[in-house]
């Protein structure tokens, strides 16, 4: 599956009526609670509990749904969003990561 069919797949449960204010309000508080959930499975495991990658991959999932929900609300493709991110990263590093290029970033890299 690609991003933009997902992103036309998870509008389906989105709520729609919401002003675009508000369904980018939703996208962002909920990318927050979502990544939240994500980062509890793993502290958890500092307090003896199991990391279960299903529970996971569906928390992922989560975040994923929640980032389509904000390019929606925006008028954005998700597939253009993760071109952009991509491009970014090989001009960043050209030759793959490098502590030295990620301490010593251009000016106006962000």
């Known amino acids: 599956m690609d991003f933009d069919e997902y992103q036309l797949d998870a509008e389906r449960t989105m709520r729609l009526d919401l002003s675009q204010g508000e369904l980018g309000a939703h996208a962002i508080l909920g990318l927050c609670s979502e990544a939240g959930e994500v980062a509890g499975i ?15 991959k569906k928390e992922l999932g ?36 490098s502590k030295e290029r990620s301490l010593h970033r251009r000016e106006g890299d962000v």
């Open 62 to 97: 989560d975040v994923l749904w929640m980032i389509a929900e904000c390019c929606t609300a925006h008028g954005w493709d998700m597939g253009e969003i993760a071109e952009i991110n991509i491009a970014k990263l090989r001009e960043r590093y050209p030759e793959g990561f």
């Open 42 to 56: 793993f502290q958890k495991a500092y307090q003896g509990h199991d990391i279960d990658p299903e529970h996971v």
